[in-house]
């Protein structure tokens, strides 16, 4: 009960430039004579461009985090450490708590990572990962508390955008077929729990 609560608040809540030398003409040999485009070459080999994502974190990323992982775990999916938001406890304790902010990849994208004696205990998401599937307010109405991930999925046509995830606590997101409107489903154990949604038509 704990996680589900954490889980709630926390839903609502370049290039190298190579300016080598170009060949040089003996006029009298008429010999060319390359003098430094070789070693430009291979640098520009064995130098990996960097590019938007290193660093950050990505919906790939975001899937590959699962419930229990430590913090260096963590950073090393994302490839960055996390920023601490909130700490309670002390270092060492089983209750010592931190959350983390993660940077992302998007403009608007957001992410927090809770652990809790060293280990993962929630991560949550906002526009980090999204799904295509739109649904209407007569599917949304067509589910029940305590229908299976299975049930709702085929009512839905698909799985939603997973929000925030806390052991056996995961909430999806879905976006309405009309602008702003959205609903949220919670499960717990693999069964529907909650639903909530807001403009769908």
Do not use: I, R
């Given at each position: 009960m704990k996680k589900l609560v954490f889980s709630a608040a926390l839903v609502l809540s370049l290039?190298?430039?190579?300016?080598?030398?170009?060949?040089?003409?003996?006029?009298s040999t008429k010999d060319e004579k390359p003098v430094t485009e070789t070693s430009t070459d291979s640098k520009q080999e064995t130098s990996a461009p960097a590019t938007k994502e290193d660093g950050k974190l990505t919906e790939e990323k975001f899937k590959q985090i699962k419930d229990g992982m430590t913090y260096e775990e963590v950073v090393k999916i994302v490839g960055a450490e996390g920023k601490i938001m909130s700490e309670t406890g002390s270092a060492g304790e089983p209750h010592h708590t931190v959350m983390y902010e993660f940077e992302t990849d998007g403009v608007m994208a957001s992410s927090t990572m809770m652990f809790q004696g060293g280990k993962l205990i929630n991560k949550s998401q906002f526009g980090v990962e999204t799904s295509d599937i739109e649904i209407t307010l007569e599917q949304f109405?067509?589910?029940?508390n305590g229908m299976t991930k299975e049930q709702v999925f085929e009512i839905l046509g698909g799985e939603g955008a997973v929000v925030s995830e806390s052991g056996d606590v995961v909430m999806?997101?879905?976006n309405g077929k009309s602008l702003g409107g959205?609903?949220?489903l919670?499960?717990?154990g693999g069964k529907l729990m909650n639903k909530t949604q807001l403009g769908l038509e």
């Open positions: 290039g190298l430039a190579g300016c080598g030398e170009t060949t040089t003409k003996d006029e109405n067509k589910l029940e999806y997101s879905y959205n609903a949220s919670m499960f717990q």
